[in-house]
């Protein structure tokens, strides 16, 4: 089971996930509506930071063509995209801006989960997260036990350190993002935590 850590705004909350392994670090730059939101400058200052062997993440909601262009320059590996797009969408943003893709698909409903096949030929890694945005909603994330694909699964929404074993088999990578906070900021205790219960298991 690989961890993303999402929504990280200080070198220091990087560069403790760079060096616990974790594998993906996740940075919200175009929702403004999340107290997760960084800015441009922002961005460029803590993703400078020797990544080692983890991958930068940028998390785009409906982003325009400017913002990608802006993004693209910046030291990510993926763009992570909310939003309603097809497979082709996805090809055209990857021959132009040569990042990896993440699309996010997000669930309500046992059948928003099937939705996943509209992307699922351009999407690198897929993410089921709830509905919420910048809030972290549950959804029963068995839903997604039985798809079938080839592409990494990833999901999102709530998850907390207590939830881990039962998420053992039903994804490929865990998305935290809420779980790691006190008071509405990323707390370092609580990532490592977070990081050595996901290396037990």
């Not at 059948?111 to 999407?123: C, G, I, L, P, T």
């Not at 993002?177 to 707390?187: F, I, Q, R, Y």
Request: hydrophobic share 35%; glycine share 4%.
């Amino acid at each position: 089971m690989k961890l993303k850590v999402c929504g990280l705004s200080s070198v220091n909350e990087v560069k403790t996930c760079v060096l616990n392994n974790v594998d993906y670090c996740g940075f919200i730059l175009n929702y403004p509506k999340s107290h997760r939101f960084i800015s441009l400058n922002k961005a460029k200052e803590i993703t400078s930071v020797d990544k080692k062997n983890t991958k930068f993440v940028c998390v785009l909601v409906n982003p325009t063509e400017g913002e990608l262009e802006i993004y693209s320059k910046l030291n990510f590996d993926y763009f992570q995209l909310y939003g309603n797009y097809k497979d082709l969408d996805l090809k055209n943003i990857k021959n132009k801006f040569r990042k990896k893709i993440i699309c996010a698909i997000q669930v309500k409903t046992e059948q928003d989960v099937y939705n996943y096949k509209q992307v699922e030929n351009e999407s690198d890694i897929i993410l089921w997260d709830s509905s919420g945005y910048e809030k972290s909603l549950s959804w029963d994330f068995n839903w997604i036990k039985s798809i079938s694909t080839k592409v990494k699964k990833m999901i999102a929404g709530n998850i907390t350190i207590e939830k881990l074993n039962v998420l053992k088999g039903v994804a490929d990578i865990i998305d935290v993002s809420g779980a790691l906070e006190t008071n509405k900021v990323k707390d370092i205790n609580k990532i490592k935590e977070f990081i050595n219960e996901i290396g037990k298991i």
